[in-house]
């Protein structure tokens, strides 16, 4: 089955960290522009950080920029978010999402391009207590 698989949400405090996984179930991430994108109770969906396989590009939100650290590890087909000094403004559910052949970073994290992603994961919960 062709999906994407989250993990590694949770209950944190403030300042904590934690590391979110996106692995690719059915096909590889060659050629693709993969993001990690939230949702917070009564807010749009924004993009968090985006990596693109096709010029190695990487885009941080200003918001979470010097804190979380996105990358790829290609022999496990897997892209990680590190999220460190995590704040109570981080909480929400946070989707993984990729696009074949999709555009630099920057443009799929945003702008409007990626709402018609090729793929979405499920979302995990990422809440952080003050």
């Known amino acids: 089955e062709v999906q994407l698989v989250e993990s590694g949400g949770g209950l944190v405090q403030a300042g904590g960290s934690l590391r979110l996984s996106c692995a690719a179930s059915?096909?590889?991430?060659?050629?693709?522009?993969i993001g990690w994108f939230r949702q917070a109770p009564g807010k749009e969906r924004e993009g968090v950080s985006c990596?693109?396989?096709?010029?190695?590009?990487?885009y941080y939100a200003d918001s979470v920029k010097g804190r979380f650290t996105i990358s790829s590890d290609n022999a496990k087909n897997t892209v990680y978010l590190q999220m460190n000094s995590l704040k109570p403004e981080d909480t929400a559910v946070y989707y993984c999402?990729?696009?074949?052949?999709?555009?630099?970073?920057?443009?799929?994290?945003?702008?409007?391009?990626?709402?018609?992603?090729?793929?979405w994961g499920q979302g995990t919960q990422v809440t952080v207590s003050s």
């Open positions: 999402a990729a696009d074949f052949l999709g555009p630099s970073s920057g443009a799929y994290c945003s702008g409007d391009y990626y709402s018609s992603s090729d793929y």
């Open positions: 990596i693109s396989t096709l010029d190695g590009s990487t």
């Open positions: 059915g096909f590889t991430f060659d050629d693709y522009a």
